[in-house]
């Protein structure tokens, strides 16, 4: 057997325990029993060690190094790039570490389900410094690797290609665009009469209703699974995509769209080139790209009038009819702009700036400008800043809201926002390209769409850098023009 061979097995290997560590993951948020917690921590921890130990493994430089001197094409080239890239972040984080960040954040996370609801900072504080202390300690070990400040190594693993000083540019143009935004919006919808839908509605119907639409968007149950959790997400692969939701009887509106951005991710996953299944460049290892997938899916196509034109009439024979079930009604319901406590649910206007507030917050951490137990009060200063809406003291709604930093997913924000442009980009593109696509929408026929994400973004798969797939697609570099033009165009009437 050849080196690159060898190298190919290893990591198709490697893969198939990272695809053991998804379908743990799924299954804790699904359906583990409540005091499972502890041992299903061990599990996961001696997990994430079998699987950074096999990928740091001594024989795997050498066998590159062997390859490099062999004829590849030019996947197999990129698909090298990958592996040593991996290995060598691998090599330099201690396997104890990577242990204990698992272990730690895991049991950080149960801790939190537990105690947001009971507003109580005070208890959960000591697993959010544990965890932090891990996470802080890997992104200096890869910073002196990769050769980027601690936060660009964290940044790296999830937006790979972007750094401070290019999101700090991006982001810029969106803390200049959007207050102006939010004020002339909000003014204009003052103006507007509109009824929220009355519940409560079934929840049965609710996850009924989920299916259909997963289906009709072309997500494939064959290769996949919905499923109930406390939050909301996807993982798996093609041949095995997990997709969760949640619902609410007073809101149903909560759980379509909940599924339409998790099936955004799955359909994504399942359209991955079969070919490439266990190797890195056949994976996405750019999280930004995947979250441009399930927001071009969730706010460019599923808040369009003529996806509710083709919706409405389901939701009338599922959940029952009334005054606010109009496709004018729910269309103002649904592109309602407000300053709201919870980034989840913030309208597509205003969910940057709870974005923006995540990652001047991670930025001030891992430049030790604060420290864990500062992060209640400088959220609240933020949140009045960037919303109007205080926070003090409601750390429920404010600090402990979201699942990444008690899971140890830091870094990770950026990635949204950041998809978030591209995905107005790629919709941009696609539209002018097929002009006559909402037409389609309306009658329920959502496959060109489809056909081309799969031509153009999914058989692509990480054999490019998101920067040049973005080039690529749209014919210049990823920009906020798009997303702002989308925003006037959507709330203002702009042209």
């Known amino acids: ?24 993951l799924w ?27 096999m990928l740091r493994r001594r024989k795997i430089q050498p066998l590159i190094d062997i390859t490099k001197k062999e004829s590849l094409d030019l996947l197999d080239k990129v698909n090298l790039d990958w592996m040593e ?18 272990e730690t954040s895991f049991l950080s996370e149960q801790a939190w389900r537990i105690l947001r609801p009971q507003n109580n900072w005070k208890d959960f504080l000591p697993f959010l410094e544990k965890t932090f202390y891990f996470v802080n300690e890997i992104a200096q070990r890869k910073s002196q690797i990769l050769g980027l400040h601690p936060y660009d190594a964290l940044i790296d693993e999830y937006a790979p290609g972007f750094d401070q000083i290019s999101i700090d540019s991006l982001f810029s143009e969106l803390k200049d665009a959007l207050p102006i935004l939010i004020k002339k919006i909000t003014a204009k919808q003052r103006e507007e009469k509109m009824n929220l839908p009355l519940g409560p509605f079934s929840l049965e119907k609710q996850k009924q209703l989920s299916e259909m639409i997963a289906k009709s968007l072309g997500f494939k149950l064959a290769r996949g699974r919905l499923d109930e959790s406390h939050h909301p997400f996807s993982c798996g692969d093609r041949s095995d995509a997990r997709v969760t939701n949640r619902y609410d009887e007073s809101n149903f509106l909560s759980g379509v769209f909940g599924i339409c951005h998790e099936v955004g991710h799955a359909l994504y996953e399942q359209g991955l080139p079969k ?114 809406i205080s926070t003090k003291d409601n750390y429920t709604n404010g600090v402990m809201q979201d699942v990444h930093w008690p899971s140890g997913t830091f870094g990770y924000f950026p ?19 097929h002009p006559d696509f909402p037409s389609e ?18 058989n692509v798969a990480s054999s490019l850098p998101t920067k040049t797939i973005i080039q690529n697609v749209t014919k210049e570099p990823l920009c906020a023009k798009y997303f702002i033009d989308r925003i006037e165009k959507r709330y203002l009437n702009f042209k």
């Open 1 to 24: 057997m050849n080196a690159y061979k060898q190298l190919k097995l290893i990591f198709s290997r490697i893969y198939h325990l990272q695809n053991i560590h998804y379908i743990l």
């Open 27 to 53: 299954d804790e948020a699904v359906m583990m029993p409540e005091y499972a917690g502890k041992t299903r921590a061990k599990v996961m921890g001696t997990l994430s060690r079998l699987t950074q130990k």
């Open 85 to 102: 890239k991996k290995h060598r972040i691998a090599s330099s984080i201690p396997l104890k570490i990577v242990e204990k960040l698992t």
């Open 275 to 388: 070919k490439w299944q266990f190797q890195p460049v056949g994976h996405v290892n750019s999280m930004a790209m995947h979250e441009s997938q399930s927001l071009l899916i969730e706010m460019e196509f599923c808040r369009s009038r003529e996806f509710f034109d083709y919706l409405t009439p389901i939701l009338q024979s599922e959940l029952g009819k009334q005054e606010a079930m109009t496709v004018e009604n729910l269309h103002k319901v649904v592109t309602r702009v407000t300053s709201s406590l919870i980034r989840v649910d913030a309208d597509e206007v205003t969910y940057p700036l709870h974005v923006i507030l995540r990652y001047e917050l991670e930025k001030e951490l891992l430049n030790g400008e604060i420290q864990i137990k500062d992060l209640p009060a400088r959220w609240n200063e933020l949140m009045t800043c960037y919303l109007g």
């Open 415 to 433: 990635a949204y926002t950041i998809g978030r442009m591209i995905a107005a980009q790629f919709y941009s593109t696609f539209i002018n390209v």
């Open 441 to 458: 929408v309306k009658k329920g026929q959502f496959q060109l769409l489809h056909g081309w994400l799969q031509k153009n973004v999914y």
